[in-house]
């Protein structure tokens, strides 16, 4: 948790309970069902939640938007999202029941009254977002046809309607097809080694 405050210095004493709480609830609910690999469980604030803070780095997310969390899995990035962004509602989808059945004990601990986590397939939504946000659930461009119709034609932002993408690794073949994507180096952020090869892409929905 120092590793977040280090980076976050202006967190409320609300936030920082929160965020400290994650890594003991983690701990209970993953004997249950895997939310969080056993094998990078002993990093969990850098390899997890800071890395899904970093898209708080390169955005601000205002008040009254609506960001979807696309394939959440544990409830990553969109719970340590929701925490620092108390005022925006975060959608958490999943297509895996018993892990959004999980979310939401996660969510009642911890009393977040921001974030509606739904089982079902990104393909499936009706509804439509301001942004997406989603960590390592599939190639771009795959995940770019599954929500090129999910976004509100108007924003309220100086940017267009868009995702943004926690990947690592080299991006090159991925990014082809999207010329005006942005790439932010998190090791501009963050100076652990875990952040070398990892960043955050926007990839604007048009």
């Known amino acids: 948790m120092k590793l977040i405050e280090k980076y976050f210095p202006n967190l409320l004493d609300q936030q920082i309970y929160r965020l400290s709480s994650l890594k003991n609830l983690y701990m209970y609910w993953n004997a249950y069902v895997n939310l ?7 990093d969990f604030y850098q390899q997890h939640v800071l890395f899904c ?3 708080a780095k390169v955005f601000y997310f205002y008040p009254g938007s609506c960001v ?5 899995g544990g409830g990553f990035p969109g719970i340590p999202l929701s925490i620092i962004f108390p005022h925006t ?3 958490l989808v999943d297509s895996i029941r018993k892990k959004i059945k999980i979310i939401e004990k996660i969510i009642d601990n ?8 739904i089982w079902i397939r990104a393909e499936k939504l009706e509804n439509k977002f301001d942004f997406v946000v989603t960590r390592a659930v599939n190639k771009i461009d795959i995940i770019h046809n599954w929500i090129k119709d999910k976004f509100k034609y108007k924003s309220n932002y100086k940017i267009i309607n868009g995702t943004f993408y926690l990947k690592g690794g080299n991006l090159y073949d991925e990014l082809k097809k999207f010329p005006h994507a942005i790439e932010y180096p998190l090791n501009h952020y963050f100076e652990e080694p875990f952040f070398i090869t990892k960043k955050v892409v926007w ?3 048009i």
């Open 36 to 42: 969080v690999s056993r094998k990078t469980f002993h």
């Open 53 to 55: 803070l970093g898209i």
């Open 89 to 91: 509602k975060f959608i």
């Open 110 to 117: 911890l009393h977040l009254k921001n974030v509606y986590p």
């Open 203 to 205: 990839i604007s929905n």
């Open 68 to 72: 979807l969390d696309l394939g959440t």
